[in-house]
């Protein structure tokens, strides 16, 4: 009976890894599309969430079936019960991916200048590595890599803060500008927002590994 729950837990765990994949891929599509002068990219990333919402589903089901199926001790309830938690956050992130598509879609032939890009570019790889890093800190119990991955939201809340600063003056300099400069702030908002999940998952990451949520 352990060896099978031991081999449903690891299951879960792939499953996890390829929901946190997907996340990833979605956020370095949806940044493509930001300076893409076609709307493929954007359209990709909107499926890339769809395939995401299934997968939430079926991971939930696993969960559910565990605990259902199983008798689970402490150290399995929190696995499980973390599981849960953290996807609803990579659903949640692949929510924010599909608003900046959405976004990106109403621009005018769809490209942005490099240079307003540059440090949005820099938040979503952040981003995606947060996303990335979390999930594998969950699937092997490694609590400092969790503990980095939360670190990592102050580099993204740096960059937040220096795009917001560089878009205010854009929209002081050249009120033309206007439309695309809110939209770019919107943008970097969801990013942060997405690098929040990630700390999220790293917080619940930890607690599978302690029985403490850290915040």
């Known amino acids: 009976m352990r ?3 031991d081999a449903e837990l690891q299951e879960l ?15 370095d599509t949806v940044t493509e599309s930001l300076s893409s ?18 997968m939430e589903r079926d991971i939930e089901n696993h969960c559910f079936r565990l605990l259902l199926q199983q008798q689970p001790v402490a150290r399995d309830l929190r696995t499980v ?3 849960l938690k953290m996807v609803t956050d990579l659903q949640r992130i692949g929510d924010q991916c599909a608003n900046i598509a959405e976004l990106s879609l109403l621009w005018p032939g769809n ?9 949005i570019r820099s938040m979503s790889q952040k981003a995606a590595v947060m996303v990335k890093r979390s999930i594998f800190a969950y699937a092997n119990r490694d609590v400092d ?3 980095e991955v939360i670190a990592l939201d102050d580099e993204v809340d740096e960059l937040f803060q220096q795009v917001k600063k560089e878009l205010v003056e854009l929209l002081v300099g050249n009120r033309e500008e206007a439309d695309r400069a809110i939209d770019l702030i919107i943008i970097a908002k969801y990013l942060e927002r997405i690098a929040d999940h990630a700390v999220n998952i790293a917080q619940w990451a930890i607690y599978c590994v302690t029985g403490e949520l850290v915040g």
Do not use: C, G, R, W
């Open 3 to 5: 060896k099978t729950f």
């Open 13 to 27: 765990n792939y499953e996890m890894i390829n929901m946190a994949a997907a996340a990833e891929d979605a956020i």
């Open 37 to 54: 002068d076609a709307p493929d990219a954007a359209h990709e990333a909107m499926e890339l969430t769809k395939t995401m919402d299934e």
């Open 81 to 83: 019960s973390a599981a």
């Open 111 to 119: 490209v942005q200048k490099a240079q307003d890009l540059a440090d």
């Open 145 to 147: 890599s969790a503990k």
